[in-house]
């Protein structure tokens, strides 16, 4: 008997056709890897399967009856959980506030918070999931708040819980622990899918797994009768090269020359403490790190958007420690911003408006304030070509492009200005694998022309394939450095959870660093 | 000199002026942590004004006058409602038409009912809820006087202010109602995935904050004036919102900082009898509580933080 | 709610010509068309009503002039607010910028002395633009530095400016006698009428320039809207200013200063409020006193958002409100409709078109139905 069957799912959205006549069941106590490329349209059957969209066609069954889910309420009601990619989380509000939101114990619409703190506890106890549930959300660790919602969702009586891309935000050894919460789940008799685009989790965690391609199932399988590539051919539907080709380069002089740099996040606090490093041209350095270990500030500093506090920055040898981001473009910074929508791209702006932003002000495109539309255009037109960005016309509103293409404007921008260093911030999140290739081909070709490149990643496979150094951030602080081939995944992992402490610039920088290397 | 002015009736003044301000204040509160701006406190607090005074001059009786504006407060706001959370509407631009239709509407409707621009006849009150009298000298008795003068003088509207604000501080934070309001200013989506109908939920806390500035206004014209002028709100809902956000987005805060306007605008009108040994022209009094408002805005609010959702239509996937 | 996001192609693409074309247009004739309901519910005749209010606003060049001549102003405060709405900020203070404007104007009008039109005219108009701007200065310093919303902060000072200039019309700048009032500007600080510019002569051979008490501010108006577009579509300063109002963290990473192209935004859109106050000033009163302005800096928020906040549109926008309001006395008048129902339809305006979607919204509810036929 499934305890969730979908039956020939159909949803259309403007334009595209999201799910085809999706089927799949789920046994109880099973855990099945829903895997995809971003766009497959894994979430949005989801996002059908918890009510937040109703289905074209198609039928949902649960427990081998059908029917009919219009809202989160009735999904919840059925059994069905779901931890969302985005938190569902209430930041302000405290751990047990979040997870008894909707169904909260006491009488005449009076909360009875001791009753409620104690289910919490009593829940956290019986799944092993440690958390404290007076912490308000805002103070956890990412880590810990996919906790609270896993435990909302067992709060709420789930008998099936749906992950969407539970490890993105994770570290490997996070992700690891979180393997072992979904299977202790599964003992106690829950079935859980996994919504995923990494091949190696797939490998791991799951019974069955499940391919999807351009809203249709294209294949299932199970771990043991298939590899990584087996998987990788099913999901994107021709062979991919897992890693790029690095070409020769030479490392040239040095460009960007970061000295003790210290430098205060949103909320005060000292998030980057004291940082040195240096890029040189013809090099590409990666910062590999857990997100929120001071990697924005740092690269917010170094293109201007952040006063550091103490310390100095300086490119080819000029300080621009306190230089605004209009200088810093003009000094030959270049940055791919980590966040394109919200920090990349103006979306109501057209294209051509777009691949000038930043240097909108400068011959040719503008002399004293008054802006020349057509010289604005050619350079649109060219870098539309050079960098296949896929539109009928530099008229097309940004908002009108699909993730790969708009990353493209980004890039085709930042990369045309011909910059002595790019900094470019988790370049390929949420790319296909196709976008991904392009942009890392695009990143290697600058460094072959002799640029710097500072590059930050929370893939590792990424840092990998790319770096020529790997300085390995932790709270702020660089604690590790090492030469392309020098390490591996597990090596890195070990050292951005804090594994090797933080001792290192304690003692006085990136000397101390060299000198360490050889113990590894 | 300053004998004459520091009086009980100084500060019993600043509690009756502080309230039309902390109802509308609340009420922004309400609605603001549920993520709407309510910019038409204004508009909907002189609709209950003029539509209380109305009811009240029909039929004299001022408590079916105060219900009546409570009643012209929710329909008002109901309508804010239906712009900013079905329709999506920018809610400050939304706030700004019902601000310039309760001008139109009163103004409209008084010529209509009365024959005449200006001010309305005066209508019944509603009178103080305690009478006691007195006392004669001595310490004792001064402090009864006191007590008696600021506290015990007061109209029914004033004490439901105080009351309101202490119950709605309560429900906010015991309430199952209060979670969902706090969670809804905050991540709507959250609310909305457990089962919450958020569109409900804010719907319930627009039409609240339109009932509480209903009431604001019946405060004004069945307990201050006596009767109806148009534009008589004069910027108080803004002074309103203002407290709120002085008040950091709670009910007891709001009307603290309510308070604190209110104050202002009773030393003002007191300090206007002493025209002779102080003599600042009257406008700069009246513009006191809007410089007091800038001051506010100037030293706190970079430091409050908004309800993160505040302002953001809710669209469903 | 989630099926009417979902319409077909071909029908979006249909409603976003209308959406961009014909929402204006539509929330207009809707919006008379409530008023009308509204009249009639009250035992008014409508139809006698804008017929009143058409014979009022366009019967004649003396009426068309004084529809032009309440446009003026309004297209001024309606390009003060575009310009603010086109970097992501609501100047809902405009009047008292416009105030602020006016005084200025009518202070120097009455000061200076001895200088030729061809000075005092220019002088005035800058001197009115740096008041607005200044007036606008404080909560776009408050915003910029520390956030604080700028609909409060410049509702505030449009209360404290009205009070200064109540105060100084009854105290220091007061003219002899009872009104409270400034003395009249000089002649040389006024702005003419148009019919003025042109001999007796010709105004019997071309009689549609007649037009009673507009005045030249209309063509200062004008020009201000040509240079507000130019600017927001061909200059750094316009392409910042929209970059912002978008979405400013991208602009930020494109090396443009929110906080100082939120200053400058702000204070631009004072200044044009202020000149507004000016042309007032100039051409119409020729003094300032309490009640100069009947709410033009609202007005200007209705206007901004009828021509979706493009300079060019504001000024058949303006046409269009200064007609209602030009008209109105007619209508109380002839068919004895109380002329706050100008405002309710102005009211009824905003709402149309700040909620798109009420204009769109039966056509998708039809959709809706006629999908749910079909599935």
């Known amino acids: 008997m499934s305890v969730l069957e979908l039956s020939e799912i159909t949803k259309v959205f403007p334009g595209v056709v999201a799910n085809d006549r999706v089927s799949l069941s789920l046994e109880r106590g099973e855990i099945v890897a829903l895997l995809g490329e971003n766009g497959a349209g894994k979430s949005t059957l989801m996002n059908v399967v918890y009510g937040l969209l109703s289905a074209d066609g198609g039928h949902v069954l649960v427990d081998d009856k059908p029917v009919k889910i219009k809202s989160p309420r009735q999904a919840i009601d059925l059994g069905i959980g779901m931890v969302h990619q985005h938190f569902m989380l209430v930041e302000p509000l405290t751990v047990t506030e979040n997870i008894v939101l909707g169904r909260e114990p006491g009488r005449f619409g009076v909360i009875d918070f001791a009753t409620a703190r104690e289910k919490v506890q009593e829940l956290s106890v019986r799944y092993g999931l440690k958390v404290d549930p007076d912490a308000r959300i805002m103070d956890l660790s990412v880590g810990m708040q996919q906790r609270v919602e896993i435990l909302k969702a067992l709060y709420q009586g789930a008998r099936v819980l749906i992950l969407d891309e539970p490890t993105a935000v994770l570290t490997p050894q996070e992700a690891k622990e979180l393997f072992g919460v979904v299977r202790s789940l599964v003992d106690e008799g829950l079935s859980v899918v996994f919504i995923t685009h990494k091949l190696e989790e797939v490998m791991s965690v799951s019974d069955r797994i499940i391919v999807m391609r351009d809203g249709r199932v294209v294949g299932e399988t199970k771990p043991s009768e298939t590899d990584g590539v087996g998987l990788a051919r099913m999901m994107v539907g021709r062979d991919v090269v897992l890693s790029v080709e690095k070409g020769h380069s030479e490392r040239v002089a040095e460009i960007l020359e970061v000295m003790d740099l210290h430098v205060k996040g949103d909320r005060g606090l000292e998030a980057v403490c004291g940082v040195s490093f240096n890029v040189c041209g013809g090099e590409v350095v990666a910062l590999a790190g857990v997100s929120g270990n001071g990697q924005t500030e740092l690269i917010e500093a170094i293109v201007g958007l952040r006063r550091p506090t103490s310390g100095m920055l300086r490119l080819k040898g000029v300080d621009i420690t306190h230089a605004s981001a209009r200088a810093s473009i003009e000094a030959g910074v270049s940055h791919i911003p980590e966040d394109r929508r919200r920090r990349g791209l103006v979306l109501e702006f057209d294209l051509a408006e777009n691949l000038v932003l930043g240097d909108h002000r400068l011959a040719p495109y503008a002399t004293r304030g008054i802006m020349h539309p057509s010289a604005i255009t050619t350079t649109a037109e060219k870098r539309i070509t050079d960098y296949d960005i896929r539109t009928p016309s530099w008229h097309v509103l940004a908002s009108n492009l699909s993730g790969g293409n708009q990353q493209k404007v980004v890039v085709a921008r930042e990369m045309g200005r011909n910059p002595e260093l790019l900094v470019a911030a988790q370049p390929t999140r949420g790319l296909d694998v196709g976008a991904i290739e392009f942009v890392h081909r695009q990143i290697l070709k600058e460094r072959e022309s002799g640029k710097a490149v500072l590059l930050v990643s929370l893939e590792l496979e990424e840092v990998l394939s790319l770096a020529d150094r790997i300085l390995v951030i932790y709270e702020g602080r660089i604690v590790r450095e090492f030469a392309a081939g020098e390490a591996d995944e597990e090596t890195l992992g070990y050292f951005m959870t804090g594994g090797g402490g933080t001792k290192l610039e304690d003692e006085g920088g990136t000397e101390q660093a060299e000198m360490t290397e050889g113990n590894l | ?317 | ?375």
Request: one cysteine or more; hydrophobic letters at 55%.
């Open chain 2, 1 to 317: 000199m300053w004998g004459d002015i520091i009086t009980p009736d100084l500060f019993a003044a600043a509690l009756r002026m502080a309230t039309p301000l902390a109802l509308a204040a609340i009420g922004g509160t309400i609605c603001e942590r549920s993520g709407v701006v309510n910019i038409a406190l204004e508009g909907i607090m002189l609709a209950g004004a003029f539509f209380g005074t109305v009811i009240a001059l029909a039929t004299g009786d001022p408590w079916l006058g105060m219900i009546a504006a409570v009643v012209a407060g929710v329909i008002v706001s109901a309508i804010h409602a239906f712009a900013s959370i079905n329709l999506r509407a920018d809610q400050v631009v939304s706030g700004t038409a019902i601000n310039i239709l309760a001008l139109g509407v009163t103004g409209f409707m008084m010529e209509r009912l009365y024959g005449h621009p200006g001010t309305t006849d005066p209508s019944a009150m509603l009178r103080p809820v305690f009478k006691f009298a007195a006392a004669d000298g001595g310490f004792l008795g001064t402090i009864w006087n006191w007590i008696n003068g600021i506290f015990l003088s007061h109209t029914p509207i004033v004490y439901m202010a105080i009351i309101i604000a202490i119950v709605a501080q309560w429900a906010m934070y015991k309430t199952r109602w209060g979670l969902h309001l706090r969670a809804l200013g905050e991540h709507p989506r959250a609310v909305d995935t457990v089962g919450v109908n958020v569109f409900r939920g804010r719907w319930v806390a627009v039409l609240m904050s339109g009932a509480l500035a209903g009431l604001a206004g019946a405060n004004l014209t069945l307990e201050q004036v006596g009767s109806f002028t148009e534009n008589m709100t004069n910027g108080r809902g803004f002074i309103a919102l203002a407290a709120n956000i002085f008040g950091r987005w709670t009910p007891v805060g709001s009307y603290l900082a309510s308070l604190l306007f209110g104050f202002a605008d009773a030393l003002q009108i007191k300090l206007q009898i002493f025209r002779g040994q102080i003599d600042i022209p009257s406008q700069f009094f009246l513009m006191l509580p809007y410089v007091l408002t800038v001051v506010v805005l100037a030293g706190v609010i970079g430091r409050a933080v908004a309800p993160a959702a505040i302002g953001k239509p809710y669209e469903k996937e």
């Open chain 3, 1 to 375: 709610m989630s099926e009417s996001r979902e319409t077909l192609p071909a029908h979006r693409a249909w409603m976003t010509v209308v959406q961009k074309v014909g929402t204006p247009l539509i929330s207009v004739i809707l919006a008379i068309g409530i008023g009308s309901v509204i009249m009639w519910a009250s035992g008014y005749d409508p139809v006698a009503a804008f017929a009143a209010l058409f014979k009022g606003s366009f019967g004649g060049p003396k009426q068309i002039g004084d529809t032009l001549l309440r446009a003026t102003p309004l297209i001024l405060t309606g390009l003060a607010v575009a310009y603010g709405f086109r970097a992501g900020l609501f100047n809902i203070g405009a009047e008292g910028q416009l105030f602020m404007g006016g005084l200025a104007a009518a202070w120097l009008g009455v000061a200076l002395t001895g200088l030729p039109w061809i000075v005092m005219v220019p002088l005035l108009v800058v001197a009115a633009m740096l008041a607005g701007a200044a007036w606008a200065f404080v909560p776009a310093i408050l915003k910029a530095r520390i956030g604080a919303h700028e609909v409060i902060t410049t509702m505030m000072f449009t209360y404290i400016g009205r009070y200064i200039v109540s105060w100084l019309v009854v105290g220091p700048l007061k003219a002899p006698g009872q009104i409270p009032q400034t003395d009249a500007v000089s002649i040389e600080s006024q702005l003419p009428r148009i019919q003025a510019l042109f001999s007796e002569a010709t105004l019997e051979a071309l009689p549609f320039l007649k037009l009673g008490r507009t005045h030249l501010g209309i063509v200062v108006a004008v020009i201000a809207a040509l240079v507000v577009w130019f600017i927001l579509k061909y200059t750094t300063l316009g392409y910042e200013n929209r970059a912002v109002g978008f979405n400013p963290w991208a602009s930020e990473t494109g090396g443009i200063s929110v906080q100082w192209t939120t200053v400058k935004a702000l204070c631009i859109s004072g200044a044009l409020a202020g000149l507004a106050g000016a042309v007032e000033v100039m051409g119409v009163h020729h003094r300032i006193f309490d009640q100069f302005s009947s709410g033009f800096g609202f007005t200007g928020i209705a206007v901004a958002l009828l021509a979706k906040n493009h300079p060019l549109g504001v000024i058949p926008a303006a046409i269009l409100f200064g007609a209602l309001s030009a008209g109105a006395g007619t209508m109380q008048l002839e068919a004895h409709v109380p002329q706050k129902i100008i405002l309710i339809i102005q009211a009824l305006v905003i709402f149309l078109v700040a909620a798109e979607e009420i204009v769109t919204w039966f056509i998708k509810r039809r959709q809706k139905e006629a999908l749910s036929h079909v599935g």
